[in-house]
């Protein structure tokens, strides 16, 4: 199995910074792909941003395109999510999620809430 824990959400101003830490542990090995999504309340889950494991290439939502920034410390087995730029529409339910061939592993997930 595989277990993955957020951490690093808060309130923050619009306009400002934070970064949010994703630890997975347990068959870290099974994993190809890490991501991040969010879901704002009555809102769909969306994705935001992934990052293979392996390569380090990555993706982004169009939403979060030049504020957000995926990266990786495999050393550690953790995923961090800079976001910067914020603004009232990024308040959400952050998750983080690592995936297999056949698998998603989801986080709880940390709540981020930017105030106008």
């Known amino acids: 199995q595989v277990q993955v824990v957020e951490s690093g959400g808060g309130l923050v101003q619009a306009g400002g910074s934070l970064r949010l830490s994703c630890v997975a542990s347990?068959?870290?090995?099974?994993?190809?792909?890490m991501h991040w999504f969010r879901q704002a309340p009555g809102k769909e889950r969306e994705f935001v941003a992934a990052i293979y494991w392996s390569g380090g290439s990555t993706s982004y939502g169009d939403s979060v395109k030049g504020r957000f920034t995926i990266s990786r410390d495999n050393a550690k087995n953790t995923v961090y999510l800079q976001m910067n730029s914020l603004k009232p529409e990024d308040t959400a339910v952050y998750y983080c999620?690592?995936?297999?061939?056949?698998?998603?592993?989801w986080g709880q997930g940390t709540q981020v809430t930017v105030s106008s």
């Open positions: 999620a690592g995936s297999t061939t056949s698998y998603m592993y």
């Open positions: 347990g068959r870290t090995y099974r994993i190809d792909t």
